[in-house]
């Protein structure tokens, strides 16, 4: 019997969204790309850490999210900081535009990666920006808490 090999799942995620907001609701949605972005999804060629969404006439946008050009695609190629539509329910959309007309809030990119049908998704999350202070306190629990397993 042939063991079935399982394909490598690619997951990019935005490290430093965790440390520079506090996120609070997240949401999943589908994005809109062409062939040549996928190939170089799945190689694992892209780059979600400057990347921000916005909501334009009913859409939710992402900006400044860099998907490197597919070295085999001939004259095929795409442009790698285009805006991308990303799928979300109307109801979800709502949700959003309320919430970003509080002061202080924003849409990140938290992760991309491939569900199990094989669609690219991305997850996505309302964050509010976090003070200086709230980034060395967490700096120095994440020292501690290193320092604990250590000596365990």
Do not use: W
Not at 15 to 25: D, I, M, P, T
Not at 35 to 56: F, M, P, Q, W
Not at 69 to 94: M, V, Y
Not at 133 to 141: I, M
């Amino acid at each position: 019997m042939a063991k079935e090999i399982k394909p490598k799942t690619v997951c990019i995620r935005n490290k430093k969204a965790g440390f520079e907001y506090h996120l609070e609701s997240k949401f999943i949605a589908g994005i809109i790309l062409k062939g040549t972005e996928v190939k170089s999804i799945r190689l694992g060629h892209a780059n979600i850490s400057d990347a921000y969404c916005i909501v334009d006439e009913g859409r939710v946008i992402i900006k400044n999210m860099h998907i490197s050009e597919f070295l085999n695609a001939g004259h095929f190629q795409h442009n790698p900081l285009n805006d991308r539509t990303l799928l979300l329910s109307k109801q979800e959309i709502k949700k959003i535009t309320d919430k970003l007309k509080d002061k202080g809030y924003t849409l990140i990119p938290v992760e991309l990666f491939f569900s199990e049908s094989g669609f690219a998704k991305i997850q996505i999350a309302l964050a509010k920006g976090k003070k200086s202070f709230d980034k060395r306190e967490a700096l120095k629990s994440k020292d501690i808490k290193r320092e604990m397993e250590r000596f365990d």
